[in-house]
């Protein structure tokens, strides 16, 4: 099946469109200013078309076409990465463009596909927490999920960080691998949590300082702003309102997410329109040092991209073009 690297078609038929524009400007400068001199100029109609071919097989190779599936042996350590996503009603909130919800769907997509070899796992909380997804290679089933991330999954109700993090800490016991030895977990294991920061629930210090033992590094993203947003009411068209009929603001707290980050060795890195924490965030999940014992070679499937093939061909017509020339003005008239 044919697939591609970057499906932009917008913009390579805007592209090839506007190239047809500038030959067409082209031909007619030609044609006047030949006119003028009382030359024809129907010998260069056939470099029209060859010019218009090699914009597409251009446009074509940097679409990226992919034509099956190869497989790619990939070094991996062994790392299990928790992926734990607050989907409570102040993600939709719209201080982060286009909500704080939408915004983290993209970066976890960026997040899942810089660890193709690794396993990854996805937890949704709000008011409590749920595994969405157990720890998998399967990167298509994880993007699934990851696409149905929504603030309706759990029922309303105050968010909790704790639910989460406790929930983190059962599966990094024997269900997930082998037996630990000496309370550490036999793979590698990193959590991020990405959340507003808003925490109505029990103290975080038992659970943190529990996680810190298992040698268990937990990143925090917070997604939002200080001035924050108002948070929309189910269905999204009017705001909601507390009890005094004052619109709900939310605004992100980045006190619990930080308190996260430093009592578990991982760190915090902000996510809105303004600062873009992520690449930060994969070269410090990059840097983890791998269980030794985990380390193994994956093959992994890779979409086999043929671009190389309308690229040569467009070189090679360039090539043409430039060595056939024409000659419209001859010395003799």
Request: one cysteine or more; glycine letters at 10%.
């Amino acid at each position: 099946m044919l697939t591609w690297a970057y499906p932009d078609f917008a913009s390579a038929a805007l592209g090839l469109g506007l190239l047809g524009l500038l030959l067409a400007l082209q031909w007619q400068r030609t044609a006047r200013l030949g006119r003028r001199l009382g030359q024809g100029v129907g010998r260069l109609g056939w470099k029209l078309p060859l010019r218009i071919v090699i914009g597409a097989l251009l446009l074509l190779a940097w679409l990226g076409p992919a034509l099956g599936v190869r497989q790619q042996a990939v070094r991996t350590s062994g790392l299990d990465l928790w992926l734990l996503v607050d989907v409570s009603h102040s993600m939709d909130a719209a201080d982060v463009a286009p909500t704080r919800l939408l915004r983290t769907q993209a970066a976890l997509t960026e997040l899942a596909t810089a660890f193709p070899a690794d396993r990854l796992g996805l937890i949704v909380f709000g008011p409590e927490a749920t595994v969405q997804c157990p720890l998998t290679y399967d990167q298509p089933a994880l993007q699934l999920f990851l696409n149905t991330l929504s603030t309706r999954l759990l029922p309303p109700g105050p968010t909790t960080l704790r639910a989460p993090l406790d929930l983190l800490l059962s599966r990094l016991g024997p269900a997930e691998g082998a037996p630990a030895t000496g309370g550490a977990p036999p793979r590698a294991t990193a959590a991020v949590i990405i959340s507003d920061g808003e925490d109505f629930g029990e103290n975080l210090e038992p659970v943190l300082r529990t996680l810190a033992r298992t040698g268990a590094r937990v990143y925090a993203v917070g997604v939002g702003t200080a001035a924050g947003a108002p948070v929309p009411a189910p269905g999204g068209k009017v705001a909601l309102r507390d009890a005094q009929g004052r619109p709900v603001t939310s605004r992100l707290r980045e006190a619990p997410l930080l308190q996260v980050a430093a009592q578990t060795g991982g760190q915090y890195v902000p996510l809105n329109d303004r600062e873009n924490g992520l690449p930060t965030l994969l070269t410090s999940l990059r840097t983890i040092p791998p269980a030794s014992s985990a380390q193994t070679n994956r093959l992994v499937a890779v979409a086999n991209n043929r671009y190389r093939y309308p690229l040569g061909l467009a070189l090679a017509l360039l090539l043409l073009d430039s060595l056939l020339t024409v000659r419209v003005l001859r010395p003799d008239q």
